[in-house]
């Protein structure tokens, strides 16, 4: 053994494995035509009703499915099962999101080649899904009215890798006493220019605006996410 | 994935990884490190010292037209000059950079 230590440069990619199969499941997504979005939040702001109300409206006009992720539990599952579309839980024990490798090997012997739409609901946190690509198109961001206008300032990686902010819970807006605009401020500051939508998934409020959106980067794929 | 690069090397002892962490990675630096000693242990990396450098974030700002640091990662705009951007160049990275090891 020699007495010195000498340096050697490495340079490897700590996550250099998620995203390499990140970008081929995108890869894979653009070939066959299919939009894949995936929705991230804090537990319990309404990701999983959003999500139902979302496949029941397009399930007339499109072939959609949908992955969820959860630590325990089927419940999600069953609750989007009822939008009548195929759906697939990803339970993950005691990890805080979700990683490329699970939607590959949830996909696996499932035939997905024929859909329109892939919904990917990751698991309810606002830190760790912002360091794994999932070969998503596009990511939503997903915030209700009841949890603070200063969410993007606390969280502002995981707005930073969202394309879009949806805001949920609007129906409860004027109970809360919800500041819209102070929300649209803290939003542009983390992430300038970020589209901004506004909806609640019981009333159907601005529902319609988000699924036109949504069929509007269907048409226009493989620049999916660069459209909104 | 430093333990694959001593094997590659003939088995020899690493004494330091050094990491390139930005600080829009999404991973803590300290809980990296306290997760870092219990990944070494019983390792041929137990003992070795984990060398962070942390990344600040950088933009391209269209009115510099150039490379700039962030206002702050609340506030994303170019710290000279006050435009928004969200065109990241800088800041993103988890990188094993480089290992020191002794032969």
């Known amino acids: ?228 | 994935m430093a333990q694959e690069e001593a094997e590659l090397r003939g088995n020899v002892h690493i004494q330091a990884v050094h990491l390139r962490l930005g600080l829009l990675s999404g991973v803590v630096k300290d809980a990296l490190r306290s997760s870092y000693e219990m990944a070494c242990e019983t390792t041929v990396l137990e003992g070795s010292r984990l060398i962070i450098e942390e990344i600040p974030v950088e933009i391209y700002c269209a009115n510099c037209r150039t490379q700039r640091p962030v206002h702050s990662i609340q506030y994303f705009c170019c710290a000279e000059c006050g435009t928004p951007s969200t065109e990241v160049v800088r800041g993103k990275e988890l990188e094993v950079f480089a290992l020191e090891i002794r032969e």
């Open chain 1, 1 to 228: 053994m020699s007495p010195e230590p000498r340096m050697v440069e490495v340079r490897k990619n700590v996550l250099k494995q998620n995203d390499v199969t990140a970008r081929a499941l995108r890869e894979h997504f653009r070939a066959k035509g299919i939009l894949a979005v995936s929705l991230v939040s804090s537990p319990g702001s309404g990701k999983t009703t959003f999500l139902e109300k979302t496949l029941t409206l397009l399930r007339p006009q499109y072939r959609v499915a949908a992955l969820v992720g959860d630590l325990a539990t089927e419940n999600d599952a069953q609750r989007l099962a009822r939008s009548g579309a195929p759906v697939k839980q990803i339970t993950t024990g005691t990890l805080c999101h979700l990683e490329a490798n699970m939607i590959q090997k949830a996909l696996d012997g499932w035939n997905v080649d024929k859909l329109d739409f892939l919904f990917v609901e990751n698991v309810g946190n606002l830190v760790c899904p912002s360091s794994y690509d999932l070969g998503e198109d596009l990511r939503l961001v997903l915030l209700s009215v009841t949890e603070g206008e200063d969410k993007p300032l606390k969280y502002p990686t995981i707005f930073n890798t969202a394309d879009v902010a949806v805001i949920t819970k609007m129906d409860l807006a004027a109970a809360v006493d919800f500041n819209e605009h102070a929300l649209d401020q803290n939003i542009e500051a983390v992430r300038p220019r970020m589209r901004i939508l506004k909806l609640s998934a019981k009333t159907g409020e601005g529902m319609h605006e988000f699924l036109d959106c949504l069929q509007k980067l269907q048409r226009s794929r493989p620049q999916a996410a660069s459209a909104v």
